[in-house]
């Protein structure tokens, strides 16, 4: 991937990722959630993580998406109304996020393997990686317990949302 088109997805991505943070209105916010997976989905497409790309479009900015916008609607949340500004906590934020992006500089220009360029697997060992047979395999090896607890919990979640939302009739 070209340099130009990595800073532009990286840029989508963060940009997205901050109004889903500061819009008010909840339904917009989700949709800027979608842009920024999207800007993340054509981040892997430029590490050649084509499998890893489309798993991301598919689970994330449609199935949980959706999920998210029809707990959403179900709920009936309205846009928040604004408040007064507070002036200390917005300098507090800005602080915490600057010496977050500090740490974050030092760390890396200490670290000798982020100014090599990232190796490509295939071309050194001079055959294919099937990314769906590794994929596959990792996940219902190593990582299967996490896996099965994560679907649990989102099953719990959806139905502790429709408990929650459902009207009392008078």
Known sequence: MSPILFYLFAALTVCFGIAVVANRNPVASALCLVVSFLGLAALFVGLDAYFIAVIQVLVYAGAVMVLFLFI????????????????????????????????????????????????????????????????????????????????????????????????ELK
């Open 72 to 167: 959403i609607m179900l709920l009936d949340l309205k846009a928040e109304t604004r408040r007064k500004p507070n002036l200390p906590a917005y300098v507090g934020g800005g602080l915490v996020a600057l010496a977050f992006i500090a740490q974050l500089w030092l760390v890396l220009e200490r670290y000798s393997a982020a100014h090599q360029p990232f190796p490509t697997m295939w071309a050194s060992e001079g055959k294919s990686i099937d990314d769906v047979t590794n994929v596959g395999t990792t996940l219902f090896s190593v990582h299967n317990l996490p896996f099965q607890v994560i679907g649990v919990l989102i099953l719990v979640a959806t139905i502790g949302v429709v408990v929650l939302s459902k009207r």
